[in-house]
């Protein structure tokens, strides 16, 4: 009976601890995830995306523009995110949002050495005004179902090991 009490404790504790929130100040865990309608942006042959078109996977939005700061400086560690082998579903899709143009999206991927993801764009500005965005970076996650579940202000370290560790769980 000790045996089981003690079996029951390790399992509950460790449940406790997976789905416990990150030490990342700027990230905001929603308590009721959001769904949204009708999220399309551009690829970067001006193919139109639809969020709705990659149900069944964890989904990084991140919002960007070459003349920021803060995005230089965590898009790296995005792209390392991307080819993570411990995720099996994930898609992470970078949106400049800086009325930029492919060219200078392009120099801005090359000049900083992203080789794992695409860029995409949001043209017209659209989802700016969808999601509320107060400013860049803006990284919004959405889970299997679609909905949106967390949302980090700011740039953060997505090699961050307690971030990604907790990011497994809705893989």
């Not at 949204?36 to 939005?61: A, C, H, P, Q, T």
Request: charge should be negative; hydrophobic fraction near 40%.
């Amino acid at each position: 009976m000790k045996l089981l009490l003690i079996f029951i404790y390790l399992i509950t504790s460790n449940i406790g601890y997976a789905l416990e929130k990150p030490n990342i100040k700027n990230l905001v865990i929603l308590k009721n995830p959001k769904i949204y309608e009708e999220v399309f942006f551009k690829d970067s042959n001006d193919y139109d995306i639809n969020l709705d078109d990659f149900r069944g996977k964890l989904l990084i939005l991140n919002f960007w523009a070459t003349w920021c700061a803060p995005c230089r400086e965590e898009m790296p560690s995005l792209d390392d995110l991307q080819s993570n082998s411990d995720f099996d579903n994930l898609k992470i899709f970078p949106i400049n949002i800086g009325q930029e143009n492919l060219s200078k999206s392009n120099s801005f991927f090359k000049e900083i050495g992203i080789q794992n993801l695409e860029i995409y764009f949001d043209a017209p500005i659209t989802l700016a005004k969808k999601f509320s965005l107060r400013g860049v970076p803006t990284t919004i996650l959405f889970n299997k179902k679609g909905e949106e579940f967390g949302r980090i202000m700011g740039s953060i370290d997505f090699n961050n090991l307690e971030f990604i560790n907790w990011l497994k769980q809705y893989d």
